[in-house]
């Protein structure tokens, strides 16, 4: 039996319901439904991490989420890292170290970034790099996202 599924769920701190297929991705659901088309689709296989999002205060890949599985649960994208025009200082930290170029990965690293700053304000360069693993960049070499991450973690804590 092949019906859509309605889901509640709260999307950047805002009540959301939509109607989906039971083996639709959350990603799927986040681009095609809703319309957030931060995350980005990059591998389909949870390789790459292009598509992080975080469920419930964990980073997890949209890719490998089925849409029915954010049921009452709490979302968060790279759209909701921004309060209107001012930009988290993750993305304006990407900005002044140039720590992006085509662009596809970074959300993804936006995101686990952010997590990561969460759980620890102060990480070092070894914690940022391993934090960040699961993320793939073809374009950057990775440093200018590093020092990116280490900068905003400075900024954060106004040191």
Not at 19 to 47: A, I, M
Not at 83 to 101: C, D, I, M, W, Y
């Amino acid at each position: 039996m092949s019906g859509k599924v309605q889901v509640e769920m709260a999307l950047n701190g805002e009540a959301t319901e939509f109607l989906c297929e039971p083996r639709q991705s959350l990603l799927e659901v986040l681009r095609d439904v809703l319309g957030f088309t931060g995350s980005k689709e990059g591998c389909l296989t949870g390789d790459c991490g292009a598509c992080s999002v975080v469920l419930d205060g964990r980073l997890v890949c949209s890719c490998l989420v089925l849409g029915p599985e954010a049921q009452g649960k709490a979302v968060e994208t790279v759209e909701g890292m921004a309060k209107g025009n001012t930009l988290h200082p993750l993305q304006q930290k990407f900005l002044e170290h140039a720590a992006l170029q085509c662009g596809i990965c970074t959300p993804g690293f936006l995101v686990a970034a952010k997590v990561l700053l969460e759980k620890n304000p102060n990480p070092t360069e070894h914690e940022v790099r391993y934090a960040l693993a699961g993320n793939l960049c073809r374009c950057t070499g990775y440093d200018k996202i590093v020092r990116a991450v280490l900068d905003a973690a400075t900024v954060m804590q106004g040191r």
